[in-house]
């Protein structure tokens, strides 16, 4: 299965969260922008979906708001990553809450 790339307008808006948070690497995950902290994925793109990595008390939250599982493969969700709802994808303040707690998140992590 082919996967699709990122809309241009999703990558822009990525970009455009992402320079928020200058001490976050940036770097591509699996041909999708994404950004790391320690070493240690954060958030990211994959085809049409924005992903951020979470703590268990996050992603509860992520979900009553709309997130949902993160599956890059049908059937194989990705553990600790939701999928951000289109409401907090498409407005960029809600985007960057939501990376600044994978950010906050991602610190907690072992480095690798």
């Keep these: 299965m082919a996967w699709e790339k990122s809309p241009p307008d999703l990558v822009d808006a990525f970009d455009r969260v992402l320079a928020r ?3 976050v690497q940036r770097r591509k995950m699996f041909g999708y922008p994404a950004a790391f902290v320690g070493g240690n994925m954060v958030t990211g793109l994959h085809q049409q979906n924005w992903v951020v990595r979470l ?25 600790g990553f939701v999928a951000l709802p ?8 809600a985007a960057a809450s939501w990376v600044e707690r994978a950010i906050e998140f991602g610190r907690t992590l072992p480095a690798k």
Excluded: H, V
Excluded at 55 to 69: F, K, P, Q, W
């Design 55 to 79: 703590s268990t008390e996050d992603i509860e939250r992520a979900r009553d708001e709309g997130a949902t599982s993160f599956e890059p493969m049908a059937g194989r969700p990705m553990k």
């Design 21 to 23: 948070f200058p001490e």
């Design 86 to 93: 289109a409401a907090a994808r498409d407005d960029p303040d």
